[in-house]
T-cell receptor, first 111, second 114 residues
Framework: GDSVTQMEGPVTLSEEAFLTINCTYTATGYPSLFWYVQYPGEGLQLLLKATKADDKGSNKGFEATYRKETTSFHLEKGSVQVSDSAVYFCALTGGGNKLTFGTGTQLKVEL | DTAVSQTPKYLVTQMGNDKSIKCEQNLGHDTMYWYKQDSKKFLKIMFSYNNKELIINETVPNRFSPKSPDKAHLNLHINSLELGDSAVYFC?????????????FGDGTRLSIL
């Protein structure tokens, strides 16, 4: 079945540092790929998405590129802020638009 | 205006009780979902309805019964609550059930079983 593997957290960075959160997937066919973010006490918010190979999703300074050859969708941001502290989930959709999530990576950004 | 709203936000109850969680979306979407997030923050789909019809039913105990009275509402009823049901339950919706449609999530219902 479909699965998503993302790097274990927590990840602790200083403000303005470069962020990479790795995500790889296993799926039949060509799924759509997503990054969702969960701030403390809140639901998930869509951060970005990509629907086909080589697509780049971007939002709020975050980027991720759909790499079919490496089955990856790594999340990057050039300069993180304290307000980016949250849990980040990589996910893919299969039949019926079912989301399959990775285990989540907690990011903590310090001054 | 809240797009996907769940009630209650917190639910604390005894083992063996029956409880319901309600979800409503005002986005005009056709498809709604229930997800369970465990204590390690792992998220897993439970059910999905499209236009009031069940389209996804994962391996969930039959103590859990979703009900969709109309396409704007998807409620979750849980019978004979067990300790392992303690989790955060998220409702979500999407325009339709086409693959790749972004899903909009509610803020979750934290269920604690004593």
């Amino acid at each position: 079945g479909d699965s998503v593997t993302q790097m274990e957290g927590p990840v602790t960075l200083s403000e303005e540092a470069f962020l990479t959160i790795n995500c790889t997937y296993t799926a039949t066919g060509y799924p759509s790929l997503f990054w969702y973010v969960q701030y403390p006490g809140e639901g998930l918010q869509l951060l970005l998405k990509a629907t086909k190979a080589d697509d780049k999703g971007s939002n709020k300074g975050f980027e991720a590129t759909y790499r079919k050859e490496t089955t990856s969708f790594h999340l990057e941001k050039g300069s993180v802020q304290v307000s980016d502290s949250a849990v980040y989930f990589c996910a893919l959709t299969g039949g019926g638009n079912k989301l399959t999530f990775g285990t989540g990576t907690q990011l903590k950004v310090e001054l | 205006d809240t797009a996907v709203s769940q009630t209650p936000k917190y639910l604390v109850t005894q083992m063996g009780n029956d409880k319901s969680i309600k979800c409503e979306q005002n986005l005009g979407h056709d498809t709604m979902y229930w997800y369970k997030q465990d204590s390690k923050k792992f998220l897993k789909i439970m059910f999905s309805y499209n236009n009031k019809e069940l389209i996804i039913n994962e391996t969930v105990p039959n103590r859990f019964s979703p009900k969709s009275p109309d396409k704007a509402h998807l409620n979750l009823h849980i019978n004979s609550l067990e300790l392992g049901d303690s989790a955060v339950y998220f409702c979500a919706s999407s325009q339709d059930s086409g693959e790749g449609q972004p899903q909009h999530f509610g803020d979750g219902t934290r269920l604690s079983i004593l």
